[in-house]
């Protein structure tokens, strides 16, 4: 994959799991590139710069066998939204309400992004993450309504 569809991937089918910046992506393609854990592949395009792909090389592919063998560390999960909820206390209703709206067009934007991933996907492993996620944005929407319906009442 190129860098562009990399980060693509992450912001849908992992948008549960990570995140990914052009900022650490392209540096850490980089420390791939440098320990032989992936190769680049120049793509030429008719006017505009040549792409580059990205491919895992064996060496990248026992590393990542590896790593999966090894025990995880606890999960630390950082939710923006969340936080700003929790420090809500004096923000008028109306613009909590606003940003309750606000986030639930993005979690319902990413709900149907990921069902179309989904369904292009074959690998049985990418569906169970994915199954993960979509259970977590229909879990946060009916949570978002809860709320809402506290504000309307307030």
């Given amino acids: 994959m190129t860098g562009y569809d990399i980060k693509k991937h992450v912001e849908t089918s992992l948008s549960a799991v990570t995140t990914v910046s052009y900022g ?4 850490t ?6 320990e032989e854990a992936v190769e680049v592949q120049e793509v030429p395009q008719k006017n ?9 090389t064996r060496k990248g592919q026992n590393e990542l066998a590896d790593w999966l063998k090894t ?3 606890a999960d630390h999960l950082k939710r923006e939204f969340l936080l700003k ?3 809500a206390k004096d923000l008028p209703a109306n613009d ?8 639930r067009k993005e979690v ?19 569906k169970q993450v994915m199954d993960y996620t979509l259970s977590m944005c229909m879990a946060e929407i009916d949570w978002l309504d ?8 307030a």
Wanted: aromatic residues 8%; glycine residues 0%.
């Fill in 71 to 73: 025990p995880t560390a």
């Fill in 96 to 103: 909590l309400r606003a940003m309750v709206i606000q986030r």
């Fill in 108 to 126: 319902e934007t990413l709900l149907q992004t990921l069902r179309e991933e989904k369904d292009k996907d074959s690998n049985p492993w990418h």
């Fill in 85 to 87: 909820v929790y420090f």
């Fill in 29 to 34: 393609l980089h420390k791939l590139l440098r």
């Fill in 146 to 153: 809860q709320l809402e319906s506290k504000l309307n009442v």
């Fill in 48 to 56: 505009r710069p040549s792409k580059k792909v990205y491919h895992i």
């Fill in 24 to 27: 650490t992506l392209y540096p």
